[in-house]
């Protein structure tokens, strides 16, 4: 993983983002998920 710190913003900013993605949307959906458990 440190590599990549080394190869530039850009190659970081594209694996970032590749990354963020999934987490946004997992994160997403689990609070829907929670809210839809909490409400009655």
Sequence with gaps: MPLLWITGPRVRHVVLRSH?????????????????????
């Design 20 to 40: 963020l993605r999934p987490l946004v949307i997992s994160l997403w959906s689990w609070s829907a998920v929670t809210q839809a458990l909490a409400s009655p």
